[in-house]
């Protein structure tokens, strides 16, 4: 029998909008811990109110994301503003339009394909150890450098040879759009895009920006396109190069949409992760001396390759279990295409529902005592007695991450790079979160080094 799903309580006035404004995954734990597994949370005033509803077990969240995907779409405000802003690139598009681009994408992303940009991203890691060794005060913000590190890996595999200038504008424009994406979407009485607002005019000015050099980094591509794929091409080369079977092409404005995707999509996420992997290694000296000596017999001091991932188990847990802890795509949301049901609750058709991986990976059910940092958590063993949802940093079903083998190898090697040569010690213990078109830490991640 189908039933209602439990209301959270809120206010008369707004319901629960306050509450999941300020902080969106607390309200979701608290109801999670209170009213189980599926819930409602009523939202905006009498009259106006909608419902929202979020599923926190594992079967819930297979059926969304993956055995029922086609009834639940990419449909909210969120994807319409992201839209808005960079373009309908493979996070955003649907149906045919996005069937054409993952065709085309999905080579860029083979496993021989990304191991191909792993002097790409050494070249950054080994920078930013250069930077920390000439640290006067022996301390850095893991938080900034790795979001630094982060940007700029991506961008060099992206724009080659054009990345200085491009690093540039991305870190300049892209927060301007994020906080846009954000207000807005989260604003059910926002205003139209082309009122001459501040925040609208400033949003306009940072797209343009952003445009301008992408359309021009593609436009020599494309006067340098009938020369033959090289394995040096830049991303952006191979897109602009990119053949389905009937012949057709993704036009300059495809590509940049999907370059704007990959900015947006590849470097604040993977940036968090390894950020909260060496936070999490500087409070735990038992982990972080284990990485160590991994590191050192594996890789005798060389510098780690693509080919070193799969004999570094033991990192690849730290960063499983950093993603547990602190998933920087902590929620994702669909749109019900029709009235349904998950886990004997009622879903109606054009309710708005949302996955927590930050919940889920701190269900009780299924993680014993979910708060403690434990990398032993991801052996192969207990990996296999665990649901598949359990775990879902890189979401899952036919829209799971393209990037997931590129995040994992790209924050392998940095963590690989920096432990060879530092030892840390935390400094900030309690790290406050935000969440904004990620999550991640609000503030300083400070971590004191001691060379090895
Ligand atoms: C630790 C790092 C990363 C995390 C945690 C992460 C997480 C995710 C998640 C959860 C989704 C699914 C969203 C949804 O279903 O609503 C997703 C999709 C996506 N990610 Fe990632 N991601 C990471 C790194 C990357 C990187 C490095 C790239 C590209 C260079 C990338 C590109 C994408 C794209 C294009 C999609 C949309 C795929 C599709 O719908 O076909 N991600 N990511």
Request: hydrophobic share 40%; net charge neutral.
């Amino acid at each position: 029998m189908t039933r209602e799903a439990p209301q959270v309580a809120g206010s008369g006035l707004l319901g629960t909008l306050v509450e999941l404004r300020d902080d969106t995954v607390r309200a979701y734990l608290r109801a999670q811990r209170d009213h189980g597994d599926v819930v409602r949370f009523p939202v905006g005033p009498p009259g106006l109110r909608a419902h929202l509803y979020a599923v926190f077990s594992p079967d819930g969240v297979q059926q969304i994301l993956g055995t029922r995907a086609a009834g639940f779409r990419k449909d909210n405000s969120v994807y319409a503003e992201i839209r808005a802003s960079i373009g309908n690139g493979l996070l955003t598009s649907q149906d045919d339009e996005y069937l054409f681009q993952r065709r085309l994408v999905q080579p860029l992303f083979t496993r021989r394909r990304v191991d191909g940009y792993a002097a790409a991203i050494g070249t950054e890691a080994a920078a930013t150890a250069d930077r920390w060794a000439a640290r006067p005060d022996a301390t850095v913000d893991v938080a900034s450098e790795t979001a630094e590190f982060a940007l700029r890996a991506i961008s060099r595999i992206l724009f080659g040879a054009d990345l200085d200038e491009t690093v540039d504008v991305v870190r300049r424009c892209f927060p301007v759009l994020g906080e846009h994406v954000l207000n807005r979407g989260a604003n059910p009485l926002r205003s139209p895009r082309n009122w001459p607002t501040p925040a609208n005019r400033r949003a306009a000015a940072a797209q343009r920006e952003l445009y301008a050099i992408c359309d021009r980094i593609i436009a020599e591509r494309h006067a340098s396109r009938t020369a033959p794929e090289g394995d040096g091409d830049d991303m952006m080369t191979l897109l602009v190069k990119a053949r389905d079977a009937d012949g057709s092409v993704l036009d300059a404005q495809a590509v940049r949409d999907q370059v704007l995707v990959f900015l947006l999509a590849g470097h604040e996420t993977t940036a968090t992760a390894l950020a909260f992997a060496l936070h999490l290694l500087a409070l735990h000296p038992k982990a972080q001396e284990r990485t160590h000596t991994e590191l050192d017999e594996v890789l005798g001091g060389r510098t780690p390759a693509a080919g070193d991932l799969d004999r570094l188990p033991y990192v690849t847990m730290v960063l499983k279990e950093a993603l547990r802890l602190y998933p920087s795509v902590a929620i994702m949301g669909r749109k019900a295409v029709t009235d349904t049901e998950i886990g004997g609750f009622r879903i109606p058709a054009g309710a708005d529902v949302y996955v927590s991986p930050y919940v889920t990976h701190r269900h009780p059910a299924y993680w014993d005592d979910p708060e403690a940092f434990d990398p032993e958590r991801f052996t192969p063993q207990a990996e296999a007695d665990r649901p598949r949802y359990a775990f879902f940093p890189f979401g899952g079903g036919p829209r799971a991450c393209i990037g997931q083998h590129f995040a994992m190898l790209e924050a392998t090697l940095a963590l690989a790079t920096l432990l060879q040569r530092f030892t840390l010690t935390a400094v900030d213990t309690e790290i406050p979160l935000e969440l904004g078109m990620t999550m991640r830490a609000a503030g300083p991640v400070r971590v004191r080094l001691t060379s090895r």
